[in-house]
């Protein structure tokens, strides 16, 4: 049964950065698409960013060119490099896991990842 938990979030003045990580225990994560969501309240969580264990990548159009999706397999850990970050990038974020390769259109289809962890919160202000 994997489990993931999240750490690195923070409060923080627009323009600054944050990495968040994301430890793996119970699995082996090279068998897993990763990805990162968020969620605002009120809102549905939303795609930030995946990974395939091909180390493919995809991210929203809104973070691109300011957050970066990493995978460190022999450590089992996920990471995410937020820079430049604006007060809309304010939410809880979510390490999130599914087996084999990220499918098409993952970034989009939360619910298809079937492991989760608690979530980290990142604000901007």
């Known amino acids: 049964h994997v489990q993931l938990v999240e750490s690195g979030g923070d409060s923080v003045q627009a323009g600054g950065s944050l990495t968040l990580s994301c430890q793996v225990t119970r699995a082996n994560i090279r068998n897993y698409c990763m990805g990162w969501f968020r969620k605002i309240p009120g809102n549905d969580r939303e795609g930030a960013a995946t990974?395939?264990?091909?180390?493919?990548?995809k991210y929203r159009d809104s973070v691109k060119g300011r957050f970066t999706i990493s995978r460190d397999d022999a450590k089992k850990f996920l990471y995410l490099q937020m820079d430049n970050l604006a007060p809309d990038d304010t939410a809880m974020y979510y390490c999130?896991?599914?087996?084999?390769?990220?499918?098409?259109?993952?970034?989009?289809?939360?619910?298809?990842?079937?492991?989760w962890g608690q979530g980290t919160q990142v604000t901007v202000s």
């Open positions: 999130a896991a599914v087996g084999g390769g990220c499918t098409d259109g993952y970034l989009a289809k939360w619910p298809a990842f079937g492991y």
């Open positions: 990974i395939d264990n091909g180390e493919g990548t």
